[in-house]
């Protein structure tokens, strides 16, 4: 019997005790009616790379997906024993289970009456298959990693007090580093890619939603009561309600009709309401934390999503033996889900800033000892290695790489806008010339667009763009560049005068 299979069947096993629910969970039949239980998984995937997520979902999974027109999120079905696998997949964020869809809702005119429907909707609901799919689910959620609050102002002092002492300097400002980072991770990648609404039915309305039920269960030493929230996202141009007064209404229903207790912060289940024009769909969030944060632990000022290192990766659909290189690796989240991902390569990350290539270094080593504390063994080790080096002089051989895959600088928060332009042509000249002519391929993600075209166009003889796909990275409309390496054989500028120096051929 397989791992997941295993997995999945003891928590089969998992007593569906409800009792607090006045819903069927409670009549949630013996195991074998759970073991055929299907249901549709949503899953938000980084904006452009849907298709992507959905080949990748009927690759590992058998299902084909609908892609959703609410930009970002993929459906698909799968019975129960899959649910595990569900967690495995490398190109989706978020999951939830879908409790109900309406694809063509019929909004009231005013905004009473449309928020009257959605207090009645609560109890119309199909819940039953959902909750028992979220209960199963609890054993494969990651729980969300705590972040500390950093006070800016106090690390620094530390950071000067301690010149002195090494050890603890480097420590503050690891951690220092790192909290920020993360929150700036959270910043720049994290924004709603669409003009979308969020909110979570709100401190204030719980009070109004309070039930007697609450104080009393306390008393009688009755079983917990499942403590839950409501998220709205809405987009859409034409509604006469806010995303805000959806979840307050939306979620003050489900609180009666569940008996639950509304808690933003520390809740057990996590109602969703994605409203997208007039597309409607409820369901219930299976993960805590995007699922994203998996290979990271050192973050950068940019540090890119696993979810779209893994996206650009497909992209150039490594082979075998491959030798795939990050020029600019950053904190190395593309390499590093590359090694993880396609173990029969092998992968080079480089970064010109020594503190990127020390992250990278560091993220590589905390994956092996989650590996190796997940497997209990010493693992392997991960082929992947690091170092420093500039893009436009790499001390590799000509025509030795299969693939590149990179995330340049932006010009806004890394580097500036004036300086790509002399870096993007250098970077494609020096990529041209370490790419296997005729094979090779490159997958460049870059926000200057402008840039990019000029200095791509320059180069149209070494260079053919295949395709781009349209990212949005923390409200940034970029994109990404997947090149083939047309068969020419590079020749280096000073080659072409006559006069190339023995010492800098390669
Ligand atoms: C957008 S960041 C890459 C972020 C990375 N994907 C991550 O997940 O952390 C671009 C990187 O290019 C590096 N870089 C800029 N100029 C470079 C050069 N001439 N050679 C090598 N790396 C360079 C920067 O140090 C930076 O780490």
Redesign the pocket.
């Known amino acids: 019997m397989s791992d997941v299979q295993e997995a999945t069947n003891q928590l089969l096993d998992v007593n569906l005790r409800e009792n607090q629910m006045s819903v069927q969970v409670t009549e949630s039949g013996p195991r074998s009616e759970s073991e055929h239980l299907q249901v549709t998984i949503g899953a938000t995937v980084p904006t452009g790379f849907e298709q992507t997520a959905a080949d990748e979902v009927r690759e590992k999974l058998g299902s084909s997906c609908k892609i959703s027109k609410d930009r970002g999120k993929i459906y698909f079905d799968i019975s129960v024993d899959s649910l595990a696998q569900v967690h495995c997949l490398r190109s989706v964020d978020n999951l939830f289970v879908v409790v109900q869809e309406f694809k063509d809702y019929q909004f009231k005119e005013t905004k009473e009456e449309v928020l009257k429907d959605f207090e009645e909707l609560a109890g119309k609901l199909p819940w039953s298959d959902p909750l028992k799919i979220w209960k199963i689910n609890t054993c494969f959620k990651k729980k969300k990693t705590k972040r500390r609050k950093i006070n800016p102002n106090s690390s620094k002092q530390k950071i000067d007090n301690g010149r002195g002492d090494t050890t603890v300097e480097k420590d503050v400002k690891k951690e220092f580093t790192n909290s920020v980072s993360d929150s700036q991770i959270l910043d720049c990648y994290e924004n709603p890619t669409i003009k979308e609404e969020v909110s979570t039915l709100i401190g204030d309305d719980l009070t109004s939603c309070k039930d007697e039920t609450e104080e009393n269960s306390k008393e009688e030493g009755d079983p917990e009561v499942l403590k839950f929230r409501v998220t709205c996202n809405r987009a859409g141009e034409k509604h006469c309600f806010s995303s805000n007064e959806a979840a307050r209404d939306f979620g003050g229903a489900v609180q009666d009709y569940f008996k639950w207790k509304a808690d933003m912060t520390n809740f057990d289940v996590e109602v969703l309401l994605n409203i997208h024009d007039n597309e409607i769909v409820v369901g219930i969030a299976l993960t805590e934390e995007s699922l994203h944060r998996r290979n990271i632990t050192h973050f950068?000022p940019?540090?890119?999503r696993s979810t779209l290192a893994y996206g650009m990766l497909r992209l150039c659909a490594p082979q075998p033996t491959d030798i795939i290189v990050d020029?600019?690796?950053?904190?190395?989240?593309?390499p590093i889900e590359g090694a993880t991902e396609w173990s029969n390569c092998y992968h080079i990350a480089?970064?010109?800033?020594p503190l990127?290539v020390n992250r990278a270094a560091n993220n590589i080593s905390s994956l092996l000892t989650k590996i190796q504390v997940k497997e209990g063994k010493l693992s392997l080790g991960l082929p992947i290695d690091t170092i420093q080096?500039?893009?436009?002089n790499l001390p590799l051989r000509t025509g030795s790489i299969d693939i590149i895959v990179t995330?340049?600088?932006?010009g806004k928060r890394?580097?500036s806008k004036k300086r790509n332009w002399n870096?993007y042509p250098a970077c494609l000249r020096e990529m041209s010339r370490v790419c296997r002519p005729g094979t090779g391929r490159a997958v460049l993600l870059t926000q200057d667009k402008k840039c990019f075209a000029k200095a791509l166009s320059g180069m149209g003889h070494l260079w053919r763009k295949v395709h781009t796909v349209w990212v949005n990275i923390g409200g940034l409309h970029a994109a990404v560049y997947l090149l083939k390496r047309t068969p020419q054989s590079f020749v280096h500028p000073s080659e072409q005068d006559g006069e190339r120096c023995p010492c800098t051929q390669r």
């Open positions: 950068g940019t540090t890119l020029p600019m690796c950053g904190t190395g989240a593309i480089g970064d010109n800033n990127a080096w500039d893009i436009c995330d340049m600088p932006f890394m580097g870096l």
